[in-house]
């Protein structure tokens, strides 16, 4: 099983390098980007069959080490 | 006095700081690596600036679960000082010894110069040798020394006067100038600038070293 994680930063936390991609997005001409949030893509290969376990172990992974829950959100996706 | 300084790969001022408290504390440290699940006895931890693990996936999220750092929070929390100096800073908030974050500058680029640094508090075993509200010269060198903590944790910290350290003209972004900052108990103190750098006038002024006197005058 494969998970996917997507960590990304919190409403409110200041994310001053997607206010550089949103700018340099603007310079290229795509001016009608109203913001631009900069996340991070995580994949991972689960030994683990049971979904449930799966679901519990990589949020567990999420807590303990992939995000800084200070700062950071979390979403994981399961794959067959 | 029994100081410790821990390793990283990657760590590259574990040997200034090692020399900064061996010629203010005329004591050797002892340098623990971080693969180390024991610590000697002793009495201060430091935790050195460098760019530890190479800032993989956030800087100092790999050394804070190193296997060292479980017995470093264990002491910390029985009351052992613990300095954590830049990355040290960045590793003591990934360990949950210090609340909030340091993330990237707000201009997102290195910033690598001296800076004024308002002394908040000298009610510290980190500070007593400065006077509060003193105005000192240290230096940073850092990519992600910009302090973030939610609104509600900054009024605690505030509140609490755990804010040891602010930046006259800040550099990075930081909430509240928050240069450095204390834990409740003020036995662990995380900053971004480096007083192990300004310990002798030729190396551009001896701010620094008045931090090693606090820790000898109170260890």
Known sequence: ?80 | MKPAVIVFPASNCDRDAAVAIEKICGVKPFMVWHGDSTLPDVDLIVIPGGFSFGDYLRCGAMAARSPVMREVVDRANKGTPVLGICNGFQVLTEAGLLPGALMMNSHLKFVCKDVALKVESNQSMFTSAYQTGEVVKYTVAHHEGNYFADDATLDQIEQNGQVAFRYLDNPNGARNDIAGIFNKERNVLGLMPHPERMIERDLGGDDGARMFESLVASL
């Open chain 1, 1 to 80: 099983m494969k998970a996917r994680v997507h960590v990304t930063l919190k409403s409110g936390v200041l994310d001053p390098q997607g206010r550089a991609i949103q700018h340099t997005l603007g310079s290229l001409g795509f001016g009608g980007v109203s913001d631009v949030r900069q996340g991070k893509y995580l994949e991972l290969d689960l030994a683990e069959t049971d979904r449930e376990a799966a679901e519990r172990s990589v949020k567990d992974m999420c807590e303990k080490l992939l995000a800084n829950t200070v700062i950071e959100n979390y979403s994981i996706d399961l794959v067959e």
